[in-house]
């Protein structure tokens, strides 16, 4: 008879057990770390990339341009006569820390494989101050053979640690260490370029911020050293799309090509008029 009567308190004490487990799991979940919006509005900052990834199948579509130099000849009309160079990428998130894109660029018809990675992803909280992400690429100059000895010579590849911070609505700052690799370059070049930049944003207006980005080449070459990159400009962002329109004195719309080869001098007037469009698109 004890036995029965231990079975029917248990059955009875059920109800209240079941509460209690689902009080601790709501708890947990109310405990639960909530990120910190992202601290650009798209995958790009002029010419170097944003630690921004998207929600999974989310797919964004880039288009870069950019003008000839202002300063690049009497009959240019300040570089929008002159032969422009031109970008359009495709990026889609395969997870909310990963995407995976592709780019055709008109100079030297370059076709860049790049991908994304959110390693460390910055809390309202604190308790991760930063965002970290890694960003590469592969690329292959497609022109004609008759460049090249060798299939190898075409291929070049960028990595890029991207350390990110919103401090606030309006300011977010970001640093990003970078190695470049050329398989084929110059006797008087390395094949490697390690590099810096710096970027951010400040906004002032819900919809509207202003942008400066920053590159300075770090390794030293014998002859043809690289200038540094520096753009300024302003973006109008909406949910789905952002547009970038700036004065900037790199052209080439790759990274490592940029960091390998620019010999454009703001400081002298080699400068020219940008602007870079996205589109994200939901699935």
Request: aromatic letters at 14%; hydrophobic letters at 40%; charged letters at 20%.
């Given at each position: 008879?004890?036995?029965?009567?231990?079975?029917?308190?248990?059955?009875?004490?059920?109800?209240?057990?079941?509460?209690?487990?689902?009080?601790?799991?709501?708890?947990?979940?109310?405990?639960?770390?909530?990120?910190?919006?992202?601290?650009?509005?798209?995958?790009?900052?002029?010419?170097?990339?944003?630690?921004?990834?998207?929600?999974?199948?989310?797919?964004?579509?880039?288009?870069?341009?950019?003008?000839?130099?202002?300063?690049?000849?009497?009959?240019?009309?300040?570089?929008?006569?002159?032969?422009?160079?031109?970008?359009?990428?495709?990026?889609?998130?395969?997870?909310?820390?990963?995407?995976?894109?592709?780019?055709?660029?008109?100079?030297?018809?370059?076709?860049?494989?790049?991908?994304?990675?959110?390693?460390?992803?910055?809390?309202?909280?604190?308790?991760?101050?930063?965002?970290?992400?890694?960003?590469?690429?592969?690329?292959?100059?497609?022109?004609?053979?008759?460049?090249?000895?060798?299939?190898?010579?075409?291929?070049?590849?960028?990595?890029?640690?991207?350390?990110?911070?919103?401090?606030?609505?309006?300011?977010?700052?970001?640093?990003?260490?970078?190695?470049?690799?050329?398989?084929?370059?110059?006797?008087?070049?390395?094949?490697?370029?390690?590099?810096?930049?710096?970027?951010?944003?400040?906004?002032?207006?819900?919809?509207?911020?202003?942008?400066?980005?920053?590159?300075?080449?770090?390794?030293?070459?014998?002859?043809?050293?690289?200038?540094?990159?520096?753009?300024?400009?302003?973006?109008?962002?909406?949910?789905?799309?952002?547009?970038?329109?700036?004065?900037?004195?790199?052209?080439?719309?790759?990274?490592?090509?940029?960091?390998?080869?620019?010999?454009?001098?703001?400081f002298k007037g080699d400068f020219l008029i940008g602007f870079n469009?996205?589109?994200?698109?939901?699935?």
């Amino acid at each position: 008879m004890k036995n029965y009567k231990i079975l029917l308190l248990a059955f009875l004490m059920l109800p209240f057990i079941g509460f209690t487990q689902e009080e601790e799991v709501i708890e947990k979940e109310v405990v639960k770390e909530k990120l910190e919006r992202p601290a650009y509005e798209s995958s790009f900052i002029v010419d170097n990339p944003t630690n921004v990834l998207f929600s999974k199948n989310a797919l964004e579509v880039t288009m870069q341009h950019r003008f000839g130099t202002i300063n690049g000849g009497d009959n240019d009309m300040a570089g929008f006569w002159a032969p422009s160079n031109i970008r359009i990428g495709l990026t889609y998130a395969i997870h909310e820390r990963l995407t995976i894109g592709y780019g055709t660029t008109k100079f030297n018809r370059l076709q860049d494989f790049n991908w994304k990675v959110a390693l460390l992803r910055q809390t309202q909280s604190g308790s991760m101050p930063i965002s970290v992400s890694y960003y590469g690429n592969f690329t292959i100059d497609a022109r004609s053979k008759e460049n090249f000895n060798m299939i190898q010579d075409r291929y070049s590849y960028f990595n890029q640690l991207i350390i990110a911070k919103r401090f606030s609505s309006k300011v977010s700052l970001q640093i990003a260490p970078s190695v470049s690799h050329y398989n084929l370059v110059d006797p008087t070049m390395q094949n490697d370029m390690v590099s810096v930049s710096f970027g951010g944003r400040f906004k002032i207006s819900p919809q509207t911020s202003i942008l400066v980005d920053y590159s300075q080449p770090i390794t030293q070459f014998d002859a043809n050293q690289p200038k540094p990159g520096l753009s300024i400009g302003t973006e109008f962002a909406t949910s789905a799309h952002a547009f970038q329109i700036f004065l900037t004195n790199y052209n080439g719309l790759v990274s490592q090509k940029n960091y390998m080869y620019n010999q454009n001098d703001f400081f002298k007037g080699d400068f020219l008029i940008g602007f870079n469009i996205t589109r994200i698109y939901n699935f």
